[in-house]
């Protein structure tokens, strides 16, 4: 990589950051995801920015064996553990986290080679969460590219269901980011309290200019995000729904930990599994999986 790097931190399992060239400055790496000045980085509370890992519930839970659950769930405020290497050659870099024990609760480990990371379940997560599963997470660094991998392995002789997404805090001009390849999807639109059924996307190109909230369904998994500096290519796999989140102004000044104008520097773009459940069975692994590449 020429010069490409990352942070991840085991707590939560979170990318915090991720800079890259790209066809314009292929040789100047950039910052490409978006960290609040005022994001919270003790282990005390999830992190507002970077790739917050939202598993077994998105959002409020429905499930009835989530209802112990916090929104979104319990991995993004875990701390995982580095359990091994992955990958380390002129390609790329991969690490896997992988939950032994609460280790040091931040590593702000750039990725020098590659490891693992996982969780498993710990006292804490059984009291508000029965169900046996081991998850690892692999983060993959090449010169313009990051993956990131969510492994939910079935370790009980139970059915598991869950979901799953990659809540991505892509560093943009939110007053000029457009979104590619949402035309024609239904919907559930979160900011209007008025119909709570499904909308069917009529733009070509969606921006975020107002508040927006928008969870797609059957989604191809294939998005652009531009803006008049730079733009970012996603692609995704297992993940069928995809979630369109900025809060502007009026929501986003009444979120503790963002920073003041915070809403005008990112777009949420967020590959998952949120409408409905991933169901598996006893010792099976579903792998979602992400690809981000910078354009
Ligand atoms: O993914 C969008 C969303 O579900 C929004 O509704 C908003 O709640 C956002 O996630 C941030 O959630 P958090 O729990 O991190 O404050």
Not at 72 to 91: C, L
Not at 160 to 177: G, I, T
Not at 231 to 253: C, F, I
Request: charged share 20%; proline share 5%; glycine share 8%.
């Amino acid at each position: 990589m020429k010069g490409s790097s990352a942070e991840l931190l085991l707590y939560g399992a979170t990318v915090i950051s991720w800079k890259a060239g790209d066809s314009r400055d292929p040789l100047e790496p950039r910052e490409r995801l978006f960290l609040s000045s005022k994001a919270v980085l003790d282990g005390s509370k999830p992190i507002r920015g970077g790739i917050p890992v939202v598993f077994p519930c998105f959002g409020a839970p429905t499930h009835p064996e989530h209802n112990l659950l916090g929104q979104h769930g319990f991995a993004r405020s875990e701390t995982w553990a580095w359990g091994g290497i992955v990958m380390d050659n002129d390609a790329g870099v991969s690490v896997r986290l992988s939950q032994g024990f609460s280790i040091a609760l931040l590593s702000r480990e750039l990725i020098p080679v590659n490891g693992s990371t996982a969780l498993e379940p710990t006292p804490k997560i059984a009291a508000v969460y029965q169900k046996l599963f081991r998850l690892e997470f692999v983060a993959t660094l090449s010169e313009h590219q990051l993956s990131t991998d969510l492994h939910v392995k079935n370790t009980s002789s139970e059915v598991l269901e869950f979901q799953a997404l990659f809540h991505n805090y892509v560093r943009a001009s939110a007053h000029e980011v457009l979104i590619r390849h949402l035309q024609n999807l239904e919907y559930f639109d979160k900011t209007d309290s008025s119909f709570q059924g499904l909308k069917t996307e009529t733009r070509a190109e969606v921006d975020v200019r107002r508040y927006t909230d928008s969870v797609y369904e059957n989604a191809p998994q294939k998005y652009e995000i531009t803006w008049p500096a730079g733009g970012l290519a996603v692609k995704s796999t297992r993940l069928k729904d995809v979630v369109v989140w900025n809060p502007q102004a009026d929501a986003g000044s009444k979120i503790g930990d963002m920073e003041e104008g915070g809403w005008e520097h990112f777009v949420c773009l967020e590959p998952g599994y949120v409408r409905g459940f991933v169901s598996t069975q006893p010792g099976e692994t579903w792998i979602g999986q992400q690809v981000l590449e910078t354009v």
